[in-house]
């Protein structure tokens, strides 16, 4: 099993069984930010909070990025084993809007307002061979 | 103490191979001269600003080392917008009588490519995939698509419009009117934006000649006014590019509050305005920015794009040189091109694609990264 590591410190709890986004709350306004930091842009406050966001959210708007993108993309892929991916905004019970790649990559398998989970998956292999981990979400799958 | 315009000056739009996108900026300030019958030398003071062409000041080299004042101006795509504004304050100021105002650039092909430390974002945004232009107008438009009931019917024919205007121009990048269906047929770029639906990365060069409106009358039989210029960055809360998150409660954009701004300051309305230059960089947005300048309500531009409206014989023309859908955008010299058409329509040199019933009141809108705004007015 390669070494896990996350592609930035404190976007997601990490390693967990049951990994949760990680965002800043404000002390003052209880406007939520991802990813956190140490001010509000809302009101200026300096004093925020580290809060988990949740995995679970529905979906706000998505569309799908059909061609590689140039650099600083950085992923494994080169441009004949590229795939499409979807990306949108998810609206999290922590209260605040996450922009994330998305795993459907069809119009057909996305909609606004579908409930969405959070996965954290393998993006690339560096160069000492761990995976880079990075979060996604995908429609919730029924029970 | 008022601003006029008396000169104007183009570098065409597009490819050009030969040229450096500095030169296209030396070749537009000396076609805005010449419009003016001025001479470099009776420049007093300029702002310009490019972004992948280098330092604007650097003009100097091909114009001439007269020792004038020139700022470099960089504020994404709202670059020439901020470059106005700032000459409009020199001259209110009454420090300076005449000066210019000057973009350009040159870009490579393909969608712009951000590096996400410029802009105040961790490297993790850009390396997963998330810090497209592209993406951003195609997920702003799809959310107000769904809440406002546009159609795609209605994002075809922002397109359809933009490419019939830029036949009707000679220096447009693209001469080519397309159909209906062949929009419609594009190639799905992202979601719900096709291929004839976004403008692209470009070349070229816009250049204008401003002076102190009490001594326009030495320079110019037909100046133009510049009754405002103003500029404005994002609230908190505003659905704007370059976003990891948003807020819960979505704020007015930053065009918003340019536009009341500009209107105010104005002394005027939207209905006073004749024709107009909205931020086309995909027919997604030109449709949201109709209802964020205050031109209609959200969720009327389906109707209006209908009847023709936006047309050059409708009652909103809107982007009548085909906009940056049909000449591309050189980041730096884009606002100013804006500003160029307005004033060849105020002055009735449209051609084909003239306004009919001699406009009066012209209206320009820029937007760009990561959530800022310029709008002029111009009258005669």
Redesign the interface.
Known sequence: MPNQVP??EG?FTWPSAKPQLL?SRCVDCA?????AQPDC??CGSRETKIVELGDRGTL????????M???????DETAETFQP?G???V?MPG???????LLPNK?EDLQ?GMPMQLDIIP?RTDENGDQIM?FRFSPVKEA | MDVAIIGIGLHRFGRSPDLSGMQQGASAVRNALADAGLSWKDMQFAYGGSQDAGNADALVNELGLTGLQFTNIWNGCATGGSSLHAAYSAIKSGEYDVGVVVGFDKHPRGAFNPKPADWGIDEWYGETGMMLTTQFFALKTQRYMHEHGITEESLIRVSEKAFKNGSLTPTAWRQQALSYDEIANSAMISDPLRKYMFCSPAEGGAALIICNADKAHLYSSKPLFLKTAAVRTRHYGSFEVFAPSQAMTVADASTVTASKAAFEQAGIGPEDIDVMQLQDTDSGTEIIHMAENGFCEHGEQEKLLRDGATGINGSMPINTDGGCLANGEPVGASGLRQVYEICVQLRGEGGARQVPNNPKVGYTHVYGAPGLSGVNIISK
């Open positions: 592609i930035h976007l965002g406007e939520t930010a991802f990813p842009r809302n706000w708007t998505w569309t799908i990025q059909t061609f993108p140039k650099a600083p993309y950085n992923s991916y990306v949108g905004y609206e209260g605040v809007r996450i922009e994330s790649r119009p606004i993006f990075t």
